[in-house]
């Protein structure tokens, strides 16, 4: 079993890793390190106040900003005059009509491709806020946040992508495979729809069910996975030695018999929980140890209780896990939960792998 789920696993592993509930970005050097910025100030309340650090994209970004406040007049004007003709105000001639509907229609075609090109540029200056501001606590907005998870999950400045991450985990006679099928930004929010393929070695049919549920449980929650991510710090070295990120997460999970899940009928969980995370590099950075924690309320389903071997639906449930980071490959290990539920804590360590790209 647990060779066929390492198969699986290479055959899926085309980007970046998320398993175990252990974030799967990997920390790159810092691009703003050993740089800095001139900013524009002001003062405000007899403080000193930056209202931006000037980079080159910034100032990419302000040059097509320019462009496009000429662009909005031209295609303004152009359709006032279109209109107050219409209305019988002028009495344009054929060739100015003409004249008029060819700004209009070239001002728009400008502008719907100078759009994205700004909104990527304004992503790329903070990213580059964040990389060189090296403390950020309680202080995301929708424009931070999204360089804030494009920094972390290597997005590229998508707003929108599919196939992202797959990662494994082995247990105790247990193995399951993750991949997130497809994510996005909403506003503040990171939003990821992903699945997952558990299995069991047991010969036993209800000690197979409760392995599973419990890797379930530790990996993602189930073999269908909605997650939800809100950034709340993000603090760290000048050269990204040394980092501390922390997310505040909510989840829905659901299990399906018709997906191979052992579980008899649908069992569903919602979850909400704070996950901090932190790691320390060699200066080479080529070897960088971190650590992850993170605990969740839980709120399930009868089913999904039953499945786990305990009473109550309703729960809490933390895991700790230490691991390091090597020429692409990151690898870690659950070395201790805890619970409500004094069944589901410390029951056996779980290692995971993931192909850093």
């Known amino acids: ?21 252990v974030p799967s970005f990997k920390i790159l050097d810092n691009p703003t390190e050993g740089k800095t910025f001139p900013a524009d100030s002001s003062l405000v309340d007899g403080k000193k106040v930056f209202n931006y650090y000037k980079t080159l994209n910034n100032i990419k970004k ?20 279109l209109d107050e003709n219409a209305e019988g105000r002028l009495n344009l001639t054929n060739q100015e009509l003409i004249n008029y509907e060819k700004q209009l229609k070239n ?29 950020k606590i309680l202080s995301f907005g929708p424009k931070r946040s999204r360089a804030f998870f494009d920094i972390l999950y290597d997005d590229k400045g998508k707003r929108f992508s599919v196939l992202n991450n797959t990662g494994f985990n082995i247990g105790n006679n247990t193995g399951s495979i993750y991949s997130e099928l497809v994510s996005g ?15 069991s070695s047991s010969d036993s049919l209800s000690v197979a069910k409760e392995d599973e549920a ?15 991510e809100y950034p709340l710090a993000y603090i760290h070295s000048r050269n990204n ?21 052992t579980t008899e009928e649908f069992a569903g969980s919602a979850s909400i929980g704070i996950d901090f995370y932190a790691d320390a590099a060699l200066t080479n950075n ?11 309320q839980i709120y399930g389903t009868e089913e999904f209780s039953k499945n786990l071997g305990i009473e109550n639906s309703n729960f809490s449930f933390g895991q700790l ?21 004094s069944s589901l804590e410390n029951r056996n360590v779980i290692a995971g792998g993931q192909v850093l790209h």
């Open 321 to 341: 896990t230490l691991g390091l980071v090597f020429n692409n490959i990151k690898l870690s290990f659950i070395v201790a939960t805890l619970s409500s539920e």
């Open 185 to 199: 930004n909403l506003s503040v929010l990171r939003v990821s729809l992903g699945a997952m393929i558990s299995s």
């Open 1 to 21: 079993m647990k060779k066929q789920l390492l198969l699986l696993f290479i055959l899926l592993s085309s980007s970046l890793v998320y398993s175990q509930n």
């Open 62 to 81: 302000k040059r097509l900003q320019k462009q496009k406040t000429k662009l909005d007049s031209i295609y303004s004007n152009a359709l006032t005059k």
């Open 241 to 261: 030695q040394f980092n501390f990120i922390s997310r505040l997460r909510a989840k829905g999970t659901a299990d399906f018999p018709e997906f191979g899940t």
């Open 286 to 296: 080529k070897l960088r140890f971190f650590g992850a924690f993170n605990f969740n």
């Open 107 to 135: 001002s728009k075609d400008s502008i719907r491709i100078l759009n994205p090109v700004i909104d990527s540029l304004s992503n790329e200056y903070v990213k580059e806020y964040l990389q060189y501001s090296t403390s």
């Open 214 to 228: 419990y890797q379930r449980l530790v990996s993602n929650g189930g073999n269908t996975v909605l997650n939800i």
